[in-house]
């Protein structure tokens, strides 16, 4: 096996075998090849072995890379060459080429079925589904090899995944093929991601732009967001931040400025608006309405501030606006709030949201009262303090029963709604929340 070995005092015997991919080498601990030497750089270069030679890649590190004494931003190591990273000194060492062993058993047979690759890559064309056209554009090799194996791997084949080591190389994709969102690092030599960023903006200012970067730095999240960006993310370092990445880069792509949620499977559409401006640090106002209920929710920063529905407001008026599975919401530039009346986080409150969404549903009155009814029921609850518009003169005399006070067993409908007995409400999965200091209500206290 074909090796990287440092020759320098110190850390002689230190070396890392190569395969086909490209490695990283730097001081930091997500690196391949880790060198713990202060003139190293947390990431100092990336090398890929080609045949009998290695290609080197500065990441534009602190002290420069060197091969036989000249500095490279991008070369070719052979045998006998000595590659400098700082004043680390190293060799490549190539072994000699193993002698030929028989055909793998994971040759094809003669049975005439493909192999499993060939069977995935065959079978998701010509489903109709969405294929997204994506450009990532990063000065490492490696981050680009590893988001083409995790987005371009996906059984659904939903990814059509295209890379740019430089602005040029990108500039030149965007012209020649129609890509649907751009995920570009704000780190890069030359022109740097933020003045990409900005040509890109004034070029196409209908594509999706993203910064992914290594970089969490609140003056460069603003200048992003200033020159056109829809989201700043931090590069993920473990297998969930990637699954959060992809999610949040599909969402922005189904993202519109005005979406139905007329099922009740879409009820997401919502959440996800919500969670791609709090991520955002975006200030913007959602309009919700149905033929029942309209309603705001405002975002000022990336933070909930206020929220307002018909006479609730504040966390309440939220979670009756999250509830609704039907109706339609739309994106529209921030105002001024009348009052902030929410204090909690933003990923507290859907998370609280999508439990009552899950396993409740609610439903509201002039008077403030809220009725939060257990899924799967079917009976309708009248607010408790609502009076009947039927005179009680008019309803049949009770009939005797001893000790007990007589009550209706049949549900009576008035002004649309149906009115359910004591016994039936006690049995019912329900809970009644009455508006603070309202009149009429009954105690929260389920014993009374």
């Known amino acids: ?45 990336e090398v890929l072995l080609r045949g009998n030679e290695l290609v080197v890649r500065d990441l534009r590190s602190t002290n420069g890379t060197f091969i036989d004494g000249k500095t490279i931003s991008e070369a070719v190591l052979r045998p006998g060459q000595i590659l400098c990273l700082g004043r ?27 192999p499993r690759a060939a069977v995935k890559k065959n079978g998701a064309k010509g489903d109709g589904r969405k294929i997204y056209r994506a450009l990532f554009v990063d000065d490492s090799m ?35 093929k129609l890509i649907d969102l751009v995920v570009l690092d704000i780190g890069m030599p030359l022109l740097d991601g933020v003045q990409l960023l900005g040509l890109i903006q004034q070029r196409y200012p209908n594509l999706k732009k993203v910064v992914l970067t290594g970089e969490n730095d609140d003056s460069h999240r603003a200048a992003c967001l200033a020159n056109g960006a829809d989201l700043y993310l931090l590069k993920p370092g473990d297998t969930d931040g990637w699954r959060l990445i992809f999610n949040m880069l599909t969402t922005l792509l189904q993202w519109t400025d005005r979406i139905n949620f007329i099922s009740t499977s879409s009820e997401t559409g919502l959440c996800n608006a919500i969670q791609l401006e709090c991520l955002g640090s975006n200030s913007s106002v959602l309009e919700v309405r149905n033929q029942q209920t309209a309603g705001e929710i405002y975002i ?68 403030g009262t809220i009725l939060i009814t257990k899924k799967g029921r079917t009976t309708q609850l009248l607010p408790a303090a609502r009076p009947a518009p039927t005179p009680e003169a008019k309803e049949p005399p009770p009939k005797p029963i001893p000790a007990e006070a007589s009550q209706p067993k049949a549900a009576r409908s008035t002004a649309g709604m149906n009115f359910i007995t004591l016994e039936e409400m006690m049995e019912a999965d329900t809970t009644i929340i009455s508006k603070p200091g309202s009149k009429g209500h009954p105690p929260a206290d389920p014993k009374k």
């Not at 070995?5 to 190569?18: A, C, K, R």
């Not at 028989?102 to 094809?108: I, L, N, R, S």
């Not at 988001?147 to 740019?164: M, P, Q, Y």
Request: charged share 25%; proline share 6%; hydrophobic share 40%.
């Open 142 to 176: 490696t981050f680009l090899e590893t988001v083409t194996d995790l987005f371009g791997a996906r059984e659904d084949k939903s990814w059509e995944i295209h890379t740019a080591v430089s602005p040029d190389k990108a500039l030149a994709i965007l012209q020649q």
């Open 300 to 367: 000022e920063g990336g933070v909930i501030v206020h929220a307002s529905a018909g006479k609730l407001v504040g966390e309440r008026a939220f979670h009756q606006l999250l509830s609704l599975t039907d109706g339609e919401f739309r994106l529209i530039p921030f105002r001024a709030p009348p009052e902030r009346t929410v204090q909690r986080q933003w990923e507290s409150l859907l998370a609280e949201a999508a439990r009552v969404r899950d396993g409740e549903s609610y439903s509201t009155d002039d008077d």
């Open 88 to 114: 680390v000194e190293l060799r490549l060492e190539i072994s000699p080429p193993a002698s030929r062993a028989a055909p793998p058993a994971t040759e094809p047979a003669a049975t005439g079925v493909p």
């Open 1 to 45: 096996m074909s090796r990287l070995l440092v020759i320098s005092e110190g850390l002689t015997g230190l070396s890392h075998e190569l395969g086909t991919r490209w490695i990283t080498i730097g001081r930091g601990d997500k690196n391949a090849f880790k060198i713990a030497e202060t003139s190293v750089s947390g990431q100092h270069c």
